[in-house]
C-alpha cells in the first residue's frame, strides 16, 4: 500500500493527464536565478515542446527579463507574454521556423511558448536580465507597444533587425513592443522595403494595417 507521500505525488499526476493540453511550468528559481543576479546573459538553452502542449518560463525573483529565442524547427512556435494571476495576454506573436525573436517580460508575467501541431518543436534561448532602475526606466519611457495586423490574404514576411523576423499569416496580427527609432521592413526580391520607423505618435494598443504602410512605402 504506498504511503502518503506517494498517493499524493500519483494524485498530482493524474490530475494533469486529465488536462487536454498538458502544462510543463519552468521555475528557474535556484541556481539559475542566483547567476542572473550576477550576470547580463545566461548560456543558450534548448528546449523540445512535445505535440500540442505548452511550456511556461518564470523567473519569479527577477524584476522582468529578456529572451532571445531562435526557432531551430519546421513548424510556427507560438510566443507571449502573461500575467502571473489572470494569465491575460500582454504580448504575443508566431515565430517562423528558423526564425529569431528577442520579447521582453514586464515584472509579475511570465513567458509561454506554444506547440499548436502534432510534431515536436525545438527551441534555443539565451535570458538577458531585466534590473530595475534608472536606465531601465529610460527605455521603457522610449518604446511602445502596438499591433501589426495584416488585412490581407497573403502571407507578409515582415523584417524588424535586430528583434525579430516574423512572418504574418493572412488575416492575422501580431503584438510588438519596439523603442522608438526601430525600423520595420517588409522582405523584397532586391531589397528590402521600409514600411515604418517606430516613433512617439504611434499610440499604445494602436492596430497598424500593414497593407496599407505597403500602399504608401510603394508610391514614395
Same mark, same amino acid.
Given at each position: 500500500?504506498?504511503n ?5 505525488h500519483?494524485?498530482?499526476i ?13 521555475l528557474?528559481?535556484c541556481s539559475?536565478s542566483l ?5 547580463? *546573459? %545566461?548560456? #543558450? ?6 505535440? &500540442?502542449? +505548452? @511550456? ?25 507574454a502573461?500575467?502571473?494571476?489572470t ?5 504575443g506573436?508566431?515565430l517562423?521556423?528558423?526564425s529569431f525573436a ?5 515584472d ?7 506547440n499548436?501541431?502534432i510534431?515536436?518543436?525545438?527551441v534555443?534561448? *539565451? %535570458?538577458f #536580465?531585466?534590473?530595475?532602475g534608472k536606465k531601465? &526606466?529610460t +527605455? @521603457?519611457?522610449?518604446t511602445?507597444?502596438?499591433y501589426?495586423?495584416?488585412t ?6 515582415i523584417l ?13 496580427q501580431?503584438?510588438?513592443?519596439l523603442p522608438?527609432?526601430q525600423?520595420?521592413?517588409l522582405k523584397?526580391?532586391?531589397k528590402d ?5 517606430v516613433s ?9 494595417d500593414v ?10
Amino acid at each position: 500500500m504506498p504511503n502518503k507521500v506517494e498517493t499524493a505525488h500519483y494524485y498530482k499526476i493524474m490530475n494533469i493527464k486529465k488536462q487536454p493540453i498538458l502544462l510543463f511550468v519552468i521555475l528557474l528559481i535556484c541556481s539559475i536565478s542566483l547567476q542572473a543576479q550576477t550576470k547580463k *546573459t %545566461l548560456p #543558450k538553452s534548448t528546449l523540445i515542446i512535445p505535440p &500540442k502542449q +505548452v @511550456v511556461r518560463i518564470d523567473y519569479p525573483y527577477m524584476k522582468g527579463f529578456t529572451v532571445k529565442l531562435w526557432n531551430k524547427s519546421k513548424l510556427e512556435l507560438g510566443v507571449s507574454a502573461r500575467e502571473h494571476h489572470t494569465d491575460s495576454l500582454s504580448k504575443g506573436f508566431g515565430l517562423n521556423k528558423g526564425s529569431f525573436a528577442t520579447i521582453q517580460v514586464a515584472d509579475k508575467h511570465y513567458l509561454q511558448l506554444e506547440n499548436r501541431f502534432i510534431a515536436p518543436l525545438k527551441v534555443e534561448y *539565451t %535570458l538577458f #536580465k531585466t534590473g530595475p532602475g534608472k536606465k531601465k &526606466k529610460t +527605455v @521603457v519611457d522610449r518604446t511602445v507597444g502596438f499591433y501589426l495586423v495584416n488585412t490581407t490574404a497573403q502571407t507578409l514576411p515582415i523584417l524588424i533587425p535586430g528583434i525579430m523576423n516574423p512572418k504574418l499569416t493572412p488575416f492575422s496580427q501580431s503584438g510588438v513592443e519596439l523603442p522608438w527609432g526601430q525600423k520595420i521592413l517588409l522582405k523584397t526580391p532586391g531589397k528590402d522595403l521600409l514600411l515604418l520607423t517606430v516613433s512617439d505618435t504611434i499610440r499604445k494598443g494602436a492596430r497598424i494595417d500593414v497593407a496599407d504602410l505597403i500602399d504608401v512605402a510603394l508610391n514614395q
